[in-house]
């Protein structure tokens, strides 16, 4: 949750746009949604709050964060793919012609990363 401060904002929307497929980044004007800033318990902009893909809080940050701390938060809260994930898949005729062709229906196939 993010107010526009123009010293983080950039920063912020820098991060959204690296980790776009990977991660989701919002924002949210405390100044016209009173109501959420309550219920967050936000007390100062700007405020990050990195919530789990089950709407728990894992994180919160109050202040301007450098981007070197934000990458941190977001390695530790959601790290990349394994790096055999980050290769397109084969196609049915490289599966076909592979040697490893008979346990394919053991892997699961990936359309690209972060999916």
Request: proline share 9%; net charge positive; charged share 15%.
């Given at each position: 949750m993010v107010r526009s401060v123009?010293?983080?904002a950039?920063?912020?929307d820098a991060a959204a746009s690296d980790y776009d497929g990977?991660?989701?980044?919002?924002?949210?004007?405390?100044?016209t949604n009173p109501k959420s800033a309550g219920l967050l318990q936000i007390q100062s902009?700007?405020?990050?709050?990195?919530?789990g893909t089950d709407g728990s809080e894992l994180r919160r940050?109050?202040?301007?964060?450098?981007?070197?701390?934000?990458?941190?938060?977001i390695e530790q809260v959601a790290p990349p793919p394994p790096a055999h994930e980050l290769f397109d898949p084969l196609t049915e005729a490289a599966w076909d012609q592979?040697?490893?062709?008979?346990?394919?229906d053991t892997f699961t196939r990936r359309s690209g990363r972060g999916t």
């Open positions: 123009p010293a983080f950039s920063i912020f990977r991660v989701s980044f919002g924002t949210c004007n405390v100044d902009v700007p405020t990050l709050v990195v919530f940050v109050a202040g301007v964060l450098p981007r070197r701390q934000l990458d941190a938060i592979h040697p490893a062709s008979g346990v394919r």
